[in-house]
T-cell receptor
């Protein structure tokens, strides 16, 4: 099973809403990631969790709040987003702490902020 | 700033021909390189990875790495219309696992 599952696939929210993106993997990976991708741009790293601890935060605004409840789950809590936050949000997983480890992406959540 | 550079394309390739995609990187410490294929509106899919100098073949795909020249390439043989996508090159440094540096991507269009 090489699948990373993300829900929802599409999300439309207002600037005052609170919503959450969810990600799940059962590959035994202990590193999980959130990336943001704008149209016709490469993915940009937001957060990395290693063994359920936040190891990298790429100076992401506090309106994005990650959470890793266990080794299989990763959430991204959204609050007071701006229209420019509209993008494809990608979850990924890999084995942590080793170079050469392959990153597997989920299908993504297409987010629109109105 | 450590960078991965790709031509954005589009690269137009006749069906059945070889598509050649190139990528250069600035971080001499980068050890691992990955090629992802991304269809419009979909997520990136890992298609090739290479760690050692030389060629690595997998089906119709061949990845080439030249660390001295800081150059990575991907060849797609017998190109099919289903190969039309954006191909992202990504590199990982020795001290930066988890922080893949992505190129901007090359759009490939295979014409029947």
């Amino acid at each position: 099973d090489t699948e990373v599952t993300q829900t929802p696939k599409h999300l439309v929210m207002g600037m005052t809403n609170k919503k959450s993106l969810k990600c799940e993997q059962h590959m035994g990976h202990r590193a999980m990631y959130w990336y943001k991708q704008k149209a016709k741009k490469p993915p940009e790293l937001m957060f990395v969790y290693s063994y359920e601890k936040l190891s990298i935060n790429e100076s992401v605004p506090s309106r994005f709040s990650p959470e890793c409840p266990n080794s299989s789950l990763l959430n991204l809590h959204l609050h007071a987003l701006q229209p420019e936050d509209s993008a494809l949000y990608l979850c990924a997983s890999s084995h942590p702490g080793q170079s050469n480890e392959k990153l597997f992406f989920g299908s993504g959540t297409q987010l629109s902020v109105l | 700033q450590k960078e991965v550079e790709q031509n954005s394309g589009p690269l137009s390739v006749p069906e059945g021909a070889i598509a050649s995609l190139n990528c250069t990187y600035s971080d001499r410490g980068s050890q691992s390189f990955f090629w992802y294929r991304q269809y419009s509106g979909k997520s990136p899919e890992l298609i090739m990875f290479i760690y050692s100098n030389g060629d690595k073949e997998d089906g119709r795909f061949t990845a080439q790495l030249n660390k001295a020249s800081q150059y990575v390439s991907l060849l797609i043989r017998d190109s099919q219309p289903s190969d039309s996508a954006t191909y992202l090159c990504a590199g990982e440094g020795t001290d930066s696992w988890g922080k893949l540096q992505f190129g901007a991507g090359t759009q490939v269009v295979v014409t029947p």
